[in-house]
């Protein structure tokens, strides 16, 4: 993810040296020069969120909460930034030479994405629910670095066709935003069912015998067991002695 956030930390930081070091205004520039604080707000975004943001998938550093916390304290507003200011740059900047309506539309479209994504994460955290949580801050990631993604997606269309007309660019650029959601998602149901697995199960318990119960009768008298009477000599009849007459 370092690596791929790198592409465009790299392109950000040229951006930078061209704007505060004097380079010729051209075609491809000339928003930037005449608006800058969109852009240079973008580019420091991007760069803290990108690269950041990367740390909080290792695993040692997602079990140290002080850590976790910290950092999503930073990435949080970064990434708002981040998909903010490149809405605002989608909208107000003019379109350079090789982009179209259809850029632009996909633009404001993941753009959009990874802000709600941010607001949602946000928002589940502060409801404790932390699976949606990394749920969410996990797309709003991936739509943040997929220009490191886009240029894998168009360069090696640029070394064996060429230059790429309006749509063709459209459909490269927004190639890479889907191939990162898919690997989001890939992650998300992954995580989900391993989460599942780690649960201990709770043995269910035992059956209740059933004790027979007892109704008593109100105003009975229990039954007395009796013994059959003996005869005396006499002839006499008494239950369980003799006469003293025997």
Avoid: C
């Amino acid at each position: 993810m370092i690596l791929l956030s790198l592409i465009p930390v790299i392109a950000g930081a040229a951006r930078l040296t061209e704007l505060t070091g004097g380079a010729a205004i051209t075609a491809q520039n000339a928003r930037f020069f005449a608006s800058p604080v969109p852009v240079v707000t973008h580019i420091l975004s991007v760069t803290t969120y990108s690269l950041l943001g990367a740390f909080q998938f290792l695993p040692a550093l997602r079990g140290r909460r002080g850590w976790h916390r910290i950092a999503g304290r930073i990435l949080a507003p970064a990434g708002l930034l981040a998909a903010l200011s490149g809405l605002w740059m989608a909208v107000f900047y003019p379109l350079p030479p090789g982009d179209g309506p259809a850029l632009l539309v996909l633009r404001l479209v993941f753009g959009s994405a990874m802000a709600a994504s941010i607001v949602l994460g946000v928002v589940a955290v502060v409801r404790r629910d932390f699976v949606r949580h990394g749920a969410w801050m996990t797309r709003g990631y991936v739509i943040g670095v997929a220009a490191g993604t886009q240029a894998l997606t168009g360069l090696p269309w640029m070394l064996l066709v060429g230059p790429p007309d309006e749509p063709t660019r459209a459909v490269l650029l927004g190639a890479a935003w889907v191939i990162n959601l898919a690997v989001a998602e890939y992650v998300i149901h992954r995580r989900a069912r391993r989460t599942v697995r780690s649960r201990p199960t709770v043995p269910e318990p035992a059956a209740a015998v059933p004790v027979p119960a007892v109704v008593e009768v109100a105003g009975s008298v229990p039954a007395r067991r009796t013994f059959p009477a003996k005869r005396t000599v006499s002839g006499d009849v008494e239950a369980g002695r003799l006469d003293s007459r025997a």
